[in-house]
């Protein structure tokens, strides 16, 4: 509800702009009155526009806060395992021990995939990246699940979130094994989520009791928690604007992985690497970090857009990557690069003062390396964690009315001009 107005004056006339509080987070000004003022407003990347209401994320990116459904994303990472999390994005609250039963038992009966899919795979080139693959076989899903689907039907909008949370990790780990030219695991329904995913990726017929380590399954959920949601991001905001043209949404999610892919958003984690391979060796990390200085080079996997004090995911991330290195006693060069990179960035005054903290793409890049994990698959995994944030957003919007998204634009091309035939062109 609006407390108050803004009243803005535009050409003499004044509009009265209703002011509306959250229940946490700065007041936002509906700006709606404009389209009558003969104006648009002009907000590149949307710093500033609040296009949805949503009671799903929240982040205070100057305390360095992030709650789901209210909860703080250290004590859900620390204490809940990811399907729980999963479960409160989608209905509100943590499950009680009967939901969560129910829910596991639902998830796991849908981790299969219809085996006319693997023709899909062979479709691919061998070396194709695999978040080409998973953009292209995740949109497939909506030729399996598109008749008898109806988003204005609650049920129909339920199990379409239970077959995505329960797919997503089947069909990531399936293009990994066709980039390897190894054939697919079928999921285990003795297994938890994230040793599924596990045993998925890197068992073989030939090692069917492959037992997935404690200490790196703990380690995969708490990054699936950690990448849960993230807001009105790029990929979330794709989402939500796909499903607003009433879009199939396995193609939705589809489209959010496309945009999860940029360098920028999820592939920042895959470009730390790229980073570090670049630097070479720990001798070259000070002439690095002054070329960083002098805005020569990029600093990967430091610093946020949305977080101005230490990412809240990174603290829990660094703790788990430093007992997942302790547990695996893993002495890889590249791991002490990072390490290198890390003490510089936490002490230089240059960095601190600027609050270029490592950021939850820094750890879990090193995590998912020590794991065994090759840099290609790491935007697969943040997709498949983020899958349970994006349909939650997706079911939240179906909930309620909701317009068609469409966005405006500052027009600067050409102004009219009178068609002119070719042989008259200059």
């Known amino acids: 509800m609006a407390d108050t107005n803004a009243k803005l004056t535009v050409n003499s006339e004044e509009y009265e702009l209703p002011i509306i509080k959250g229940t946490l987070g700065r007041p936002v ?56 999390v999963a479960y409160a994005l989608i209905h509100g609250d943590l499950p009680n021990a009967e939901q969560k039963a129910d829910f596991f038992e639902k998830i796991r009966k849908h981790t299969g995939v219809h085996d006319q899919l693997r023709k899909f795979f062979e479709g691919f080139r061998r070396d194709a990246h695999p978040m080409a693959i998973m953009v292209g076989v995740v949109g497939a899903l909506s030729a399996f699940y598109h008749d008898n689907l109806d988003v204005s039907n609650e049920a129909h909008r339920e199990i379409t979130a239970i077959r995505l949370i329960a797919k997503m990790p089947t069909l990531a780990a399936m293009s990994y094994k066709y980039s390897q030219g190894e054939p697919f695991m079928y999921p285990r329904n003795d297994f938890s989520y994230a040793e599924n995913f596990l045993y998925m990726m890197f068992a073989t017929p030939a090692d069917v ?42 193609a939705c999610i589809a489209a959010g992985i496309a945009a999860l892919w940029g360098p920028s958003h999820g592939g920042a984690n895959e470009a730390v690497l790229e980073m570090l391979d670049e630097i070479g060796t720990v001798e070259n990390v000070p002439a690095f970090m002054e070329k960083v200085k002098s805005r020569e080079v990029k600093l990967m996997g430091f610093g946020h857009r949305v977080y101005k004090n230490f990412d809240p995911r990174a603290q829990v991330m660094k703790e788990t990557c430093d007992e997942v290195l302790g547990a ?6 590249k791991l002490e690069l990072a390490m290198a990179l890390e003490k510089i960035a936490l002490e230089d005054p240059f960095f601190v003062e600027r609050n270029l903290y490592p950021n939850v793409d820094f750890y879990s890049g090193i995590i998912l390396k020590a794991i065994g ?12 964690a983020r899958t349970s944030g994006w349909i939650s957003h997706w079911l939240e919007m179906h909930s309620a009315p909701f317009k068609i998204g469409r966005p405006r634009q500052l027009y600067t091309g050409e102004t009219h001009r009178d068609f002119v035939k070719v042989e008259d062109r200059k």
């Open 209 to 250: 009791d492959y037992e997935p380590n404690d200490v790196v399954t703990r380690a995969m959920d708490k990054i699936f928690t950690l990448h849960a949601d993230h807001e009105q991001n790029a990929s979330t905001s794709t989402v939500r604007l796909a499903g607003s043209t009433g879009a199939n949404p396995y």
């Open 328 to 333: 695996l006693g893993i002495n890889d060069p």
């Open 29 to 84: 000004i509906d700006i709606a009155a404009l389209q009558d003022s003969g104006f648009w407003s002009y907000d590149p990347g949307f710093k500033v526009t609040a296009p949805v209401e949503s009671k799903i994320t929240y982040i205070d990116g100057g305390k360095g806060e992030l709650l789901h459904r209210g909860y703080p994303i250290d004590q859900l990472a620390n204490n809940a395992e990811y399907l729980e």
């Open 373 to 384: 994990i090759p840099t290609s698959m790491f935007t697969v995994i943040f997709s498949l």
